[in-house]
């Protein structure tokens, strides 16, 4: 008799389709293999989600190829992926896609490995804060149970000998751990810690700049159990581990931990899940944890547990931070292009003593918008609404958010006038003056533009650590868990860079980023100092962030989220509804804000109306927003209607716990 098997395929809706087997294959484990199948006019990559039943109608066609030879998704992965699609309300398939590498079969290895031998030290003597919070993490590792540790440390408070510490213990009782870090920059200062402390052979490095064939080795490593550790960026939660014990999310902070594409999960919410379904200890570590993680940690929602390191190690001070005024160095005309008189003269007297400096800007470019003083004209990016950003180096102008670019104008488009001025500053402009400024230093710059050869993390970290480098300028790239101990000086160009943005977070960012950027100061003996311009000093985010007073700041930032019914007192959803016809969007809008206001009247609903950013590369967007508590509704809604909503150049996004309100 033909039997057959549930598949699932990545597109947007949920439906499983069943196809029939070759009969040699009836005996073997199915579920999380993937195949090729009919579908539509050629066949396509699916996934096989349920094994052998009996087909209720006739004509059911056969899967043309069984890709995998065994199952590469384990039933804990399978049971996440599930949990993706309810929560973050997408199709069964799109989760089990990001699951899997793209492309991933197998190839002929090429590449040379390299082996070097590398000496391994012990491990050093935890201090007594440090043994106080080790101790119920390494207790929750040996027992196999499911907990929640956000470990909230002060900058240079020893965190990472914590999480080395509780790796080791994961491998004494003989399970893996994964090692989460927001940026790939990151990678490489992690891995040579790490290298020593355990050597290299049992260590895998995950991210997107990897070849093929280094994925399809290190993915294969972690499945049949070769290495225990696996440090990487937000998709090595995936990693394939037979026996997962251990979940560390440094810098649990980080916005980069939020996915930009459907699914648009948050690994944290994806740790705590696949750490539940593991039996695994999660540890999120942080010096300005999200208002989220500490709200839950703080109210003892379970499984969360908060352990605090208040204190730097060996007894070093946090930084002096001073504060400059930028409304009076204007009327003083102390600016000197981009730089206080204040800044200026500490980056000459650190230059001195032959000591480092960072010098923070969260914008890159040269000059962030081109106004025409005849006429008034802004330059625009032609697909979006947004002003074309100056890069000097290439003397082109550029929209960074669809990437058109073109060359820098000399008239304006609509008068024809030749009064083109610059405007705005970005960490472009910063590195030509601190040059032109200072020129015996040695300068380096770290940002997107640096950022976008493989390789440019791991050669600007070496160059600042051998000392080849004097000042590095960079946007937030530098504020994310960087240790350089000859940093004394941090200087932080202009405070007020997200404040001013319509985001409910935006005086969490401000704080965040002032935090972590001032914490890369005063990391060895010598001590450090910051400097702060900001035109907005008594802004509380910003005081509290020079004062390292984060539960004021929490407490403060908490009554303003409680009043107005924020995260995370309530959920929040967006969705998001983009085409190149704006009276599609419109109608879609209204048609999917009617329903929702229909059928779920219990929830709040803004909207809809048009996103803040309205038109991105030449599609214009239209949102609904919703605050609940109810996501199963959410996601009950969406099952019923979304092929409804569907049409041909329309792009429906549902994001759950945004990041990004714009």
């Not at 007297?349 to 106004?371: A, D, M, P, V």
């Amino acid at each position: 008799m033909q039997v057959c098997v549930s598949v699932v395929f990545p597109i947007p809706f949920n439906r499983i389709f069943h196809y029939s087997l070759p009969l040699e294959l009836e005996s073997e484990r199915l579920a999380g293999r993937r195949i090729v199948a009919p579908f539509g006019p050629k066949g396509r990559i699916g996934y096989i989600v349920d094994g052998l039943t009996r087909p209720r109608v006739k004509g059911i066609k056969m899967i043309k190829e069984i890709i995998d030879k065994e199952p590469l998704i384990s039933t804990n992965l399978l049971e996440l992926a599930k949990w993706i699609s309810k929560y973050y309300v997408c199709s069964l398939g799109q989760a089990l896609d990001i699951i899997l590498p793209h492309n991933f079969r197998p190839v002929k290895l090429r590449e040379k490995i390299k082996k070097t031998e590398i000496k391994v030290f012990s491990a050093f003597i935890p201090s007594p804060q440090q043994r106080r919070i080790l101790k119920p993490i390494q207790n929750n590792i040996k027992e196999k149970s499911f907990t929640v540790f956000l470990v909230h440390g002060v900058t240079d408070s020893g965190k990472t000998e914590v999480y080395l510490q509780a790796i080791a213990q994961a491998q004494e009782v003989g399970r893996q751990s994964i090692f989460l870090v927001p940026e790939i920059s990151l990678t490489p200062q992690f891995l040579s810690v790490f290298k020593q402390r355990f050597g290299s052979s049992r260590i895998g490095l995950w991210h997107s700049r990897l070849s093929q064939g280094e994925r399809y080795r290190t993915w294969q490593s972690a499945y049949q159990g070769k290495i225990d550790i696996m440090i990487g960026a937000r998709s090595t939660i995936f990693a394939p581990f037979p026996n997962l014990g251990l979940i560390i999310i440094d810098e649990e902070h980080d916005t980069s931990y939020k996915q930009e594409k459907r699914p648009l999960y948050h690994t944290r919410e994806l740790a705590q899940k696949r750490a539940e379904l593991e039996g695994a200890t999660l540890v999120l570590g942080s010096a300005t944890p999200s208002l989220e993680a500490f709200y839950r940690a703080l109210t003892g929602i379970k499984p969360y547990r908060l352990l605090t390191l208040p204190e730097r190690i060996y007894e070093r001070s946090l930084p002096s931070v001073d504060i400059v005024d930028m409304r009076e160095e204007l009327k003083k005309r102390n600016t000197q292009g981009v730089l206080s008189q204040k800044l200026s003269e500490a980056i000459a007297e650190r230059l001195e003593r032959g000591e480092q400096i960072i010098l923070f800007l969260n914008r890159r470019g040269y000059s962030t918008f081109i106004l025409c003083r005849e006429c008034g004209f802004v330059l625009k990016c032609p697909n979006c609404n947004i002003s074309m950003v100056y890069h000097f180096n290439e003397k082109r102008v550029k929209c960074h958010y669809c990437n058109h670019h073109a060359e820098a104008p000399r008239f304006c488009s609509r008068c024809g006038s030749k009064k083109i001025r610059y405007f705005g500053t970005g960490t472009e402009k910063v590195e030509q003056v601190v040059k032109k400024m200072f020129p015996g230093a040695k300068v380096m710059r770290m940002d997107r533009d640096t950022m976008r050869y493989r390789h440019a993390a791991e050669k600007i970290f070496n160059a600042f650590r051998q000392r080849k480098v004097d000042i590095l300028v960079g946007t937030q790239l530098v504020a994310k868990g960087w240790d350089f101990p000859d940093v004394t000086l941090v200087g932080i160009i202009s405070a007020d860079t997200a404040l001013n943005l319509p985001d409910f977070r935006s005086a969490e960012r401000t704080f965040s980023l002032i935090t972590q950027v001032a914490g890369r100061s005063g990391r060895g003996p010598k001590g450090g100092e910051v400097i702060v311009q900001t035109y907005n000093p008594d802004h509380y985010s910003i005081k509290m962030a020079l004062e390292h007073n984060y539960h004021s700041f929490y407490e403060r930032e908490m009554e303003f989220r409680k009043e107005l019914n924020y995260p995370p007192i309530t959920n929040i959803v967006i969705i998001l509804v983009r085409g190149k016809d704006e009276e599609k969007v419109i109608t879609t809008s209204e048609k999917i804000g009617s329903l929702l206001k229909r059928e779920l009247n219990q929830i709040t609903i803004l909207g809809p109306t048009p996103a803040v950013l309205d038109k991105i590369a030449g599609k214009y967007r239209w949102q609904i927003i919703i605050k609940t508590t109810d996501m199963k509704g959410i996601g009950e809604f969406f099952q019923r209607h979304y092929l409804g909503f569907e049409q041909k150049g329309m792009e429906i996004s549902v994001d759950v716990d945004p990041l990004n309100m714009l």
